[in-house]
């Protein structure tokens, strides 16, 4: 695509109209990778770019510093403008919903995207303390998955979420979207590469944690099983899409959970076997 750096003209307080294409101020909008975003401010955090109001909103909530937005101009002042408005300093762009839509390469969900500053992750250590229902994530590469996951984990009484460092990452656009904000609501972070399962299993067992491996052997036992269910503090593990969990993995944990299922049917997507896994054996007192 060409690139042609942008007539600006400044409007009143911090909103900047653009009328065409620029490098120097959009970058981060225009069509670059997630992997360069995460990656840009190395070895410090890097940013992203949350998408529509609702999950900008829960982005400055869980005080993630916006950087600029960038906003339809017949968005302004509607739907998402109160987060805007906390922010009289960060810059806002806006265009017509054709030139941003030649900026971002899509239409924009609902005319609103915000690029934050990450915040640095915690360790696996900190997340693991005080919880008794936690998710871990080994290899799941699709942001949708993510995402799904992620609002299942909210909704469904999971205390926090850890993913190897083969996940796609939570706060990738469509992750965010997805999970309907809810990246911003459940405590997570990445294990360090090469620590999983070993360095992390040591960590799990160290705080109490029983682990139960989502997947088909010979040894499974039922979600409802009861013996699993009385677990005071239990680690959920899900495996990548298609091959699931690694054999290393499954072999190392306490449990081997299978979801029953009829019809000949013998595994679920692993965005909807983490909601029935999350419901069966999530934090019931958490839920209303």
Not at 19 to 25: F, I, P, S, Y
Not at 65 to 79: A, T
């Amino acid at each position: 695509m060409d690139h042609i750096i942008s007539a600006e003209k400044e409007t009143k307080n911090n909103i900047i109209e653009v009328t065409d294409l620029d490098e120097a101020r959009l970058w981060p909008y225009i069509q670059t990778s997630e992997v360069a975003l995460l990656r840009c401010n190395e070895p410090d955090p890097g940013v992203f770019v949350a998408e529509s109001p609702n999950v900008i909103r829960r982005a400055a909530a869980a005080g993630y510093e916006p950087l600029s937005f960038l906003v339809e101009d017949k968005m302004i002042g509607r739907d998402g403008w109160d987060v805007v408005e906390q922010f009289p300093q960060v810059p806002v762009y806006t265009a017509s919903e054709a030139v941003l839509k030649g900026i971002t390469g899509f239409k924009l969900t609902r005319g609103l995207l915000a690029l934050f500053k990450r915040k640095p992750l915690c360790d696996m250590e900190s997340i693991c303390q005080g919880k008794s229902r936690i998710a871990i994530l080994e290899d799941v590469v699709n942001p949708t998955n993510i995402g799904a996951i992620f609002r299942s984990a909210a909704a469904l009484g999971m205390e926090a979420v850890i993913l190897t460092n083969g996940c796609s990452d939570p706060l990738y656009r469509r992750a965010s979207r997805v999970s309907m904000g809810n990246v911003f609501l459940v405590p997570w972070t990445v294990m360090e590469k090469g620590s999983w399962p070993a360095g992390g299993m040591e960590i799990l067992k160290k705080h109490g944690f029983k682990t139960a491996a989502m997947a088909l052997s010979d040894d499974s036992v039922s979600i409802d099983d009861t013996g699993l269910l009385a677990e005071e503090k239990l680690a959920v593990i899900l495996g990548t899409e298609g091959d699931g969990l690694a054999k290393s993995t499954i072999a190392d944990c306490d449990y081997t959970v299978k979801i029953p299922m009829s019809a000949g049917v013998d595994s679920l997507n692993v965005a909807a076997a983490s909601a029935v896994a999350f419901w069966e054996l999530g934090r019931k007192s958490d839920m209303r």
